[in-house]
C-alpha cells in the first residue's frame, strides 16, 4: 500500500507583491499540478499567499548539519565586512 | 552499553536544547527522542483527523446558514491541522500512510475526547469552547517546543484555534442566554463535556509515564496539571458569565493559590476510552476506515490523471 503513496512536495508561499516565496511546509500529491491545487487549500485558507512554488521533496539538495562548522565558521572571523568594524569619528553623519 | 561517542552526541544535543536551540530535521538525536516526536506528532495528526467526525455529523443539520458556513469551515481547519502534523511527523522519517493505518489498526492512539458522541447542537458550542479551549491550553506552550517543523506547525495551528474556540463560545452563549429549552440544552451539553474536556490533560503528574523526559528535551514545556489548572481558572469565570453552572459540587476558589479547587476526575472512565471501550470508539474507527477505502478511487484516478498528463507532455 504504501509504495502507491503520492510523492511529498515543498510548497513555499509568497504573502504578498515584493516580498519572496518562504518554506511553509509540506503535502503529498500526485503530481505538480495537484500538488498547487493542495497548498491552495492547505497553506491559504486565509488569504496567506498570492503565489504558490511546489518542490517534489527529493529534488532539494540540502547542506549537512554536521558540515555547518566548516561551512559557516570562517565568515565569523571576517567581522570586517561589517560597518561596525570601523571607527568613524564623532560628528560624521550620514555615513 | 553505550559508546564513547553517543554519549559525546547525547550530551552536546542536550546542550542545544538547553540553550533553546532548535532541533531541525536533519539534526542528529537521540533514537528516543525521535521516536517520542513520531509518536507525539502523528497521535496528534490523528486526533485532528478524527475529530472532524463529531463536528461533520452536525454540518448538513446546523440551524442556519451562517452556522453552517462557520462549522465547515473550522471542520476544513482540522483536516489542515492534521496535513501540517502528518508532514512535520514526516520530517522525521515517519511513514505517513503507515501511520494511519496503525491508527485505523488501534495500534496508534488519537485523543480519546473524540470518542465522545455529539448528541445535540449544543455539543457543537462545547466542543468549540471546551474541546477546542483544551486543545490550545495544550498547544500553545508546544509553539515553543524543542523540535522546529512541529513547533512550526503548532504556530499556524494555534492561530487558526482561536477562531474556532470562539464560534463554540458564541454558540454555547447565544443557548445559554436563549429560552429555558435553549438554556436547558446548553447545561445539559456542559455537563456531559466538562470532565472529558479536563482528562484532555492526560493523567497526573504522578502518574504520567512520558512526561520526565519529554519536559527534559523540551517537547513538553508544562506539565498535565498545570495546563489542566490554568484551563480550570480560565474557563470558570466564561461558564458563569454565561449562566452556566459547573457540574462539580468540589468546585471552589482557593485564595492561597489564586486557582480553583477542582473535584476528583473518573480516571476510570479516562482510562476506559483510552483502552477503546468509550462510546464511539469503534465507530470512529469504522469511519476512518471506510473513508480510506472509499477514496480509494479517486486517489488512483488522480495518480492515473497525473501519469495521463505526464505522458502527453512528453509527447508534445
Known sequence: M??????????FIRSKQGLSHKHVGSLRAADAENAINNARDVYTRRSEGISIWVV???????????????LFDPADTKIYRHPTFYDVPDGIMHM | ??????EEKEREFQAKIDANIKI??????PAEYRKTLIRQISQHAHSEIVGMLPEGNWITRAPNLRRKAVL??????????????????????????????????????????????????????????LVDGAAISNQVPLCRCSYGPYARAMVRVCKEESFHQRQGFEISSTLANGTPEQKAM????????WWPALMMFGPTDATSKHSALSMQWKIKRVSNDELRQQFVNVTVPQATLIGLTIPDPDLKWNEEKQGYDFGTINWEEFNQVVQGNGPCNKERLDA?????????????????HAEKRKAKKMAS
Open chain 1, 56 to 70: 517534489e521533496s527529493k529534488l532539494v539538495a540540502a547542506s549537512d548539519p554536521k558540515e555547518a562548522d566548516s
Open chain 2, 288 to 304: 476512518r476506515r471506510k473513508a480510506k477505502e472509499n477514496g480509494l478511487w479517486v486517489r488512483e484516478a488522480a495518480t492515473a
Open chain 2, 72 to 129: 465547515l469551515a473550522k471542520v476544513q481547519d482540522e483536516a489542515g491541522h492534521g496535513l501540517y502534523l502528518y508532514s512535520a511527523a514526516e520530517t522525521l522519517g515517519s511513514d505517513r500512510e503507515a501511520s494511519i493505518d496503525d491508527m485505523h489498526a488501534g495500534i496508534a492512539k488519537y485523543s480519546s475526547i473524540f470518542n465522545y458522541p455529539t448528541l445535540s447542537w449544543a455539543d457543537m458550542g462545547m466542543v468549540g469552547w
Open chain 1, 2 to 11: 504504501s509504495s502507491n503513496e503520492w510523492p511529498l512536495w515543498e510548497v
Open chain 2, 1 to 6: 552499553m553505550k559508546d564513547i561517542n553517543i
Open chain 2, 186 to 193: 446548553a447545561q445539559e451539553s456542559f455537563n456531559r463535556w
Open chain 2, 24 to 29: 531541525e530535521p536533519n539534526d542528529w538525536m
